[in-house]
């Protein structure tokens, strides 16, 4: 009706506001986990990780670029490094230096070469959409 307009505008401010707050937080545990940081949430490092990235986000929404742009970057990211981190796994489930008895079995690495391909695949499709070649 003649009010939707301003529904959707309140859920669209709500999402940005709720992820504006959670996805910093979230970069934060990454961090604190990578690093093996102390498990204090009130740790200098940890809020000062959360604090950068509210802060990358202020900025490239005050400076006018597109937020479409930041999405399309991501994008491309997320479809190079997804086949390049499925293959290191791959690798590295194989490694029996690093495994010994628990590495991929002769069933497992045939899942997981399928897995892969559907990640390359996937990849590959995702950066040629960004460039616009398909």
């Known amino acids: 009706g003649a009010y939707a307009k301003y529904f959707i505008a309140i859920g669209l401010f709500a999402a940005g506001i709720t992820s504006a707050i959670t996805a910093p937080l979230a970069a934060a545990y990454v961090a604190r ?6 498990n204090n949430l009130k740790s200098t490092k940890f809020r000062l990780v959360w604090m950068i990235i509210l802060l990358l986000g202020i900025i490239f929404s005050s400076t006018g670029m597109k937020p479409v742009d930041v999405i399309k970057f991501a994008q491309f ?8 981190i499925a293959l290191f796994l791959f690798w590295v489930m194989n490694n029996k230096s690093l495994l010994g008895d628990y590495k991929n079995s002769t ?15 996937l990849g590959i499709k995702s950066i040629f959409s960004v460039l616009g070649v398909i």
């Not at 990211?77 to 390049?84: D, F, R, T, V």
């Not at 045939?110 to 897995?115: D, L």
């Open 77 to 84: 990211a997320n479809g190079l490094l997804l086949p390049i």
């Open 107 to 121: 069933k497992q690495n045939i899942m997981s070469g399928i897995i892969l391909l559907i990640t390359t695949v």
């Open 33 to 38: 986990g990578c690093f093996n940081w102390d």
